[in-house]
Nanobody, 122 residues
Framework: QVQLVDSGGGLVQAGGSLRLSCAASGRTWRTTVISWFRQVPGKAREFVAQTTWSGDHSNYADSVKGRFAISVENGQNTMYLQMSNLKPEETALYSC???????????????WGQGTQVTVPS
């Protein structure tokens, strides 16, 4: 099993920044890809960004390119999502996920964090 604990969400004004963290424990060697997704109640889950534990390959949703940056601290099994220039429409529950397929589809991920709320008032 792999346990993921995500944190760092909060209330931030439009145009502001936040850094989310995802700490992994357990059998992390079973996973190679770590990603962030976000979801608003009543809407489909949306892919945000992904990387590998080695940090050698990353991918972003078009809507966040140039504003979000994903990184890993491999020795600590921790992943970060630095978010800048946040927009009100990005208010959502952000969750990290781990799997072994480099995919933007949530169904490919076995392990999920509990989610951390990001709120950007309009």
């Amino acid at each position: 099993q792999v346990q993921l604990v995500d944190s760092g969400g909060g209330l931030v004004q439009a145009g502001g920044s936040l850094r989310l963290s995802c700490a992994a424990s357990g059998r992390t060697w079973r996973t190679t890809v770590i990603s962030w997704f976000r979801q608003v109640p009543g809407k489909a889950r949306e892919f945000v960004a992904q990387t590998t534990w080695s940090g050698d390959h990353s991918n972003y949703a078009d809507s966040v390119k140039g504003r979000f940056a994903i990184s890993v601290e491999n020795g600590q099994n921790t992943m970060y999502l630095q978010m800048s220039n946040l927009k009100p429409e990005e208010t959502a529950l952000y969750s990290c996920a781990a799997g072994s397929t480099f995919s933007s589809e949530g169904r490919h991920y076995y392990y999920w964090g509990q989610g951390t709320q990001v709120t950007v008032p309009s």
